[in-house]
């Protein structure tokens, strides 16, 4: 297929995000932020192959005539236990997609790994008030696109049954911080306060790391991983996270050891995110916290939702 023609039918179609690929030398890393403002000419190579586009919209853009847009069709697979109310249900998702330039192991093989435990050792039938409901999310990396058509695809009265939502993406960071969304707004300057009750999610994740001996930070809420539909619809939501790209302070050290002015994960997207590069400490701390969290609020949400 032209490249060119497929992203002008992609941006009359409305599109956020194309990927691109490369047929001699597999996929950009990358997506065009918005092809409806991206110049895209049909022959020439300017970036290259593992080079970032991302936050390039609006400029010129000049792609090799050989780059192809590839349709794939990805996946969610949604599970929820046979007991428990259906009308308050306590949700809890982690993406299984990775980036084209690694394997993905921490981002986001750690929180579909510590669901996918969760899960198991809940099995379908548990002694639960509350029915609990795993998702894995397909596509989070081309712009949350499975979380999000799952939101959407959701009824009001069917999002109204969601008391809240869990996230974890990035629970095993090599340099980890120990961070919860702050739902409140109160450690950041961030997007504002999430919607009510998610300052009381951001507590109890809190307390559970507490537990354990470690002193949690807050983290921006500002929707960069799959809780972003569900807050945009008003779910009251929260989550763990060890940290990407942001770089571990002496204070941090002090509190958690690793290593000052490094980065919290510095395979964040690379290839070297592998099943070597995960500090299993933390994600054992971050998954047991998980689990109480879900296993509280499958009993009882009531001081999130009132
Ligand atoms: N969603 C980001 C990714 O998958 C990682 C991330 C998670 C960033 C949580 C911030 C907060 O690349
Ligand atoms: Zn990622
Ligand atoms: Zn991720
Ligand atoms: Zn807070």
Same mark, same amino acid.
Request: proline share 4%; aromatic share 6%.
């Given at each position: 297929?032209?490249?060119?023609?497929?992203?002008?039918?992609?941006?009359?179609?409305?599109?956020?995000?194309?990927?691109?690929?490369?047929?001699?030398?597999?996929?950009?890393?990358?997506?065009?932020?918005?092809?409806?403002?991206?110049?895209?000419?049909?022959?020439?190579?300017?970036?290259?192959?593992?080079?970032?586009?991302?936050?390039?919209?609006?400029?010129?853009?000049?792609?090799?005539?050989?780059?192809?847009?590839?349709?794939?069709?990805?996946?969610?697979?949604?599970?929820?236990?046979?007991?428990?109310?259906?009308?308050?249900?306590?949700?809890?998702?982690?993406?299984?997609?990775?980036?084209?330039?690694?394997?993905?192991?921490?981002?986001?093989?750690?929180?579909?790994?510590?669901?996918?435990?969760?899960?198991?050792?809940? $099995? /379908?039938?548990?002694?639960?008030?509350?029915? =609990?409901?795993? !998702?894995?999310?397909? &596509?989070?990396?081309? %712009?949350?696109? *499975?979380?999000?058509?799952?939101?959407?695809?959701?009824?009001?009265?069917?999002?109204?049954?969601?008391?809240?939502?869990?996230?974890?993406?990035?629970?095993?960071?090599?340099?980890?911080?120990?961070?919860?969304?702050?739902?409140?707004?109160?450690?950041?300057?961030?997007?504002?306060?999430?919607?009510?009750?998610?300052?009381?999610?951001?507590?109890?994740?809190?307390?559970?790391?507490?537990?354990?001996?470690?002193?949690?930070?807050?983290?921006?809420?500002?929707?960069?991983?799959?809780?972003?539909?569900?807050?945009?619809?008003?779910?009251?939501? $929260? /989550?763990?996270?060890?940290?990407?790209?942001? =770089?571990?302070? !002496?204070?941090?050290? &002090?509190?958690?050891? %690793?290593?000052? *002015?490094?980065?919290?994960?510095?395979?964040?997207?690379?290839?070297?995110?592998?099943?070597?590069?995960?500090?299993?400490?933390?994600?054992?701390?971050?998954?047991?916290?998980?689990?109480?969290?879900?296993?509280?609020?499958?009993?009882?949400?009531?001081?999130?939702?009132?």
């Amino acid at each position: 297929c032209d490249f060119a023609q497929k992203a002008k039918v992609a941006a009359d179609r409305g599109a956020k995000a194309v990927i691109v690929y490369n047929n001699a030398d597999g996929p950009l890393n990358g997506t065009l932020g918005d092809p409806s403002k991206a110049t895209i000419p049909t022959a020439g190579v300017t970036k290259q192959v593992g080079e970032s586009l991302a936050g390039r919209a609006g400029t010129e853009v000049t792609l090799d005539i050989q780059a192809r847009l590839k349709d794939i069709t990805t996946r969610n697979v949604v599970a929820q236990t046979r007991t428990g109310r259906p009308d308050n249900v306590v949700m809890a998702g982690a993406h299984l997609d990775s980036v084209p330039a690694g394997p993905g192991i921490n981002d986001d093989g750690t929180g579909s790994a510590g669901l996918l435990a969760t899960a198991l050792k809940m $099995g /379908g039938s548990p002694q639960v008030r509350n029915a =609990v409901r795993f !998702a894995f999310w397909g &596509a989070e990396e081309s %712009g949350l696109v *499975g979380s999000t058509k799952w939101v959407r695809s959701q009824s009001f009265e069917q999002q109204l049954d969601i008391a809240l939502y869990l996230n974890f993406d990035m629970i095993g960071s090599p340099n980890a911080g120990y961070f919860a969304y702050d739902g409140d707004d109160s450690d950041h300057q961030g997007a504002g306060p999430g919607p009510q009750g998610s300052a009381q999610i951001e507590k109890d994740f809190v307390d559970a790391m507490a537990a354990q001996g470690v002193q949690v930070e807050g983290t921006d809420f500002d929707g960069r991983s799959d809780y972003g539909e569900f807050i945009a619809v008003g779910i009251p939501a $929260g /989550g763990l996270f060890t940290g990407a790209e942001g =770089v571990k302070t !002496a204070e941090q050290v &002090a509190k958690w050891g %690793g290593t000052a *002015g490094q980065a919290y994960d510095p395979n964040y997207h690379q290839p070297g995110d592998t099943l070597a590069n995960v500090d299993r400490v933390a994600l054992g701390r971050n998954v047991r916290a998980l689990a109480s969290v879900i296993d509280g609020y499958s009993q009882s949400t009531e001081a999130v939702n009132g």
